[in-house]
């Protein structure tokens, strides 16, 4: 259906030359491939069982039905906590670190960005150069600190070690640096003080930053097993992602689950999809101010 | 006397200025507090421990340069799977997803804007899908029966006349863990790139277009490239982030972990094993340090390749 909703639109179309005809044709065979394991991961969550083993495969379900998301609630009934615990962690702890990521990274790129207080650029230089790290590689001094901050087992230990997010700063810096000067002067002539000028003036400038960082900090703690895997030790505190890896454990030649498994999935997967496709117009704004420039790299090299 | 007055002169010129931004640094220390406490403590802690014999029941024990000397001359699951594992799995993915991300960018950046939209959400989904959910996508495509998607396709079209057991033999898994990240690439990066080569000014070509540059592939040489080079190096250091963190993938796939014979061992498995599993912080820490200074260096080429150059910095 939408390749054909794509195709009126391309017959709509007279500029395209045949340059334009060629790149989209690859273009639409490239998507296909791509989007197959999504459109697959659609129809083998509404599979019957009966169609889930059958020789050829088909990708398309035939008679969908709603058995895999039943065997997903018995499953977890089986179990001593009911799978709407773990949702409601996983909801609890998303939107919660995106609210916090958001509010902090806006926070704190603020005055690097326009208040050039002293030291801002060794702070702007820290935070560059953590970009290139991946807080994965450092995962046991991590647990470290949680243990001796008292943390463990409480939400505060899902949250906190995602709050600090080096990339988003650096998305929202680099946005706000477009907000001219002039604007802010203004503010502060009409006797603005700093807090109505960050609420009134810089907020509401940098609505697709904030969009940007909120999808980046969605994905990040939805799809998050690290702090349920390490921080956590009851069941009751981890989250959906989790309880989804233990159902998937040798899940490799294993008839048993692969139905509630699909299902599952597929749960994981939506809230993404449509937090991304509600945000995406500003998330490409965003990234046009995402380079990394060169007053950056000297300093760098000055820290 | 006059020195001692002097020093404390500056001493509260530098506080007064200090007080003057206290606002801003108001502003910056929820975000410094957690920073520090599970970005740069950690990476501290873990070079101290780097020099330790820690099990995380007694006292870290001093050892010096130990952990470092065991770690590249005698480590053999280290030297024989993690180092080459994580090598070719880098080499492939990170460079090999980049550039992916770079041309599909350019193609979509070529379309009419109204059809750019779709395409780019397409080459972003897959990497939607990131963690946990990325292994079931997968699994069932890969299984090694002929139930198994690819399999019953191959065996289809007479490719191989017996299923194979893509994600549990030693042989395939690496490449399967190379094709499914590389099938998710196209995420931040993908998109920071198509949004800088769509902020290259038209005017730039059409100069280019009187000064002789013909073809498209000149036009993307000498224009394009060096017009986005920021984006450009946003672009790479996300995706050797993306490369070197990622270590989950091969234990998702094959349901295994260790993965088959160590097929599809990665630096992070080794940390996770001596960390979470042995209990040998102090050389898993060895390791993370290893692992940090292997991105570091990846970092550095990048910025050499698209940094700017000494005369402009």
């Not at chain 1, 169609?51 to 058995?67: A, D, G, M, W």
């Not at chain 1, 009934?77 to 509010?103: D, E, H, M, Q």
């Not at chain 1, 505190?237 to 159902?247: G, I, R, V």
């Amino acid at each position: 259906m939408k390749k054909i909703i794509k195709l009126l639109k391309l017959l709509k179309l007279p500029v395209m030359d045949g340059f334009q005809i060629l790149i989209t044709i690859q273009l639409v065979i490239f998507s296909v491939f791509m989007l197959l394991p999504i459109v697959y991961i659609f129809n083998h969550a509404l599979k019957p069982y009966s169609e889930l083993f059958i020789y050829p495969p088909n990708i398309f379900v035939r008679n969908p039905n709603s058995q895999n998301f039943n065997e997903l609630f018995l499953v977890a009934a089986s179990s001593a906590i009911p799978i709407t615990r773990y949702l409601f962690n996983s909801v609890f702890i998303s939107v919660g670190s995106v609210v916090g990521i958001t509010f902090v990274s806006i926070l704190c790129a603020y005055p690097i960005s326009k208040h050039k207080f002293p030291g801002h650029k060794i702070v702007f230089s820290i935070i560059i150069l953590t970009l290139m790290f991946a807080p994965e590689a450092v995962q046991i001094p991590r647990y470290l600190v949680v243990s001796k901050l008292g943390i463990m087992n409480t939400y505060f230990g899902h949250f906190l070690p995602l709050l600090a997010m080096p990339v988003s700063v650096f998305l929202m810096k680099q946005f706000i640096d477009q907000i001219p000067d002039e604007l802010i002067q203004a503010a502060y002539l009409d006797g603005a003080k700093e807090f109505s000028v960050f609420l009134y003036i810089i907020v509401p400038n940098c609505m697709p930053a904030v969009a940007t960082v909120a999808i980046l900090a969605f994905q990040a703690s939805w799809s998050n097993i690290e702090t349920s895997t390490l921080f956590m030790q009851d069941d009751e505190m981890k989250n959906f992602a989790y309880f989804l890896s233990t159902l998937t454990n040798n899940l490799t030649n294993n008839v048993a689950r692969q139905g509630a498994a699909a299902a599952a999935a597929l749960i994981m997967f939506i809230p993404n999809l449509f937090i991304f496709l509600f945000f995406q117009g500003k998330m490409i704004t965003t990234m046009a101010h995402s380079g990394i420039k060169g007053s950056e790299k000297s300093g760098k090299k000055s820290e | 006397m006059t020195m001692l007055s002097n020093l404390g002169k500056r001493f509260k010129r530098f506080f007064s200025v200090i007080w003057e931004y206290r606002l801003s640094y108001a502003f910056i220390t929820p975000f410094m507090l957690c920073f520090i406490a599970f970005i740069l403590v950690p990476i501290i802690v873990a070079v101290g421990l780097s020099f330790t014999y820690y099990n995380a029941i007694e006292p870290p024990k001093f050892i010096g340069w130990t952990n470092y000397q065991n770690l590249i001359s005698q480590d053999l699951l280290f030297l024989k799977y993690a180092l080459p594992n994580t090598f070719k799995f880098a080499i492939i993915t990170g460079p090999g997803g980049y550039v992916a991300s770079f041309i599909l960018a350019w193609l979509i950046s070529q379309l009419p804007a109204r059809l750019r939209k779709y395409f780019s959400l397409a080459m972003y989904s897959p990497s939607l899908t990131m963690g946990i959910a990325m292994s079931i996508v997968w699994l069932p495509l890969l299984t090694g029966d002929r139930i198994g998607y690819l399999n019953s396709i191959l065996l289809q079209i007479g490719m191989i006349d017996e299923p194979r057991l893509w994600v549990t033999d030693k042989d395939y898994l690496m490449n399967s863990m190379i094709a499914v990240s590389l099938w998710s690439s196209m995420g931040v990066g993908f998109l920071a790139m198509l949004a800088g080569i769509l902020n290259v000014k038209q005017d730039m070509y059409e100069a280019a277009r009187i000064d002789g540059v013909k073809s498209r592939l000149k036009e993307i040489w000498y224009i394009t490239i060096p017009a986005m080079k920021p984006q450009m190096l946003f672009g790479a250091v996300m995706a050797i982030v993306n490369t070197f963190k990622s270590g989950a993938i091969g234990v998702e796939l094959s349901g295994q972990n260790p993965t088959p014979q160590y097929a599809g061992y990665l630096i992070i498995n080794h940390i996770n094993d001596y960390g979470i599993i042995r209990f040998e912080m102090g050389y898993a820490a060895a390791t993370s340090v290893f692992l940090l200074i292997l991105m570091y260096f990846s970092n550095k080429f990048c910025w050499s390749l698209f940094g700017p150059k000494g005369d402009e910095g």
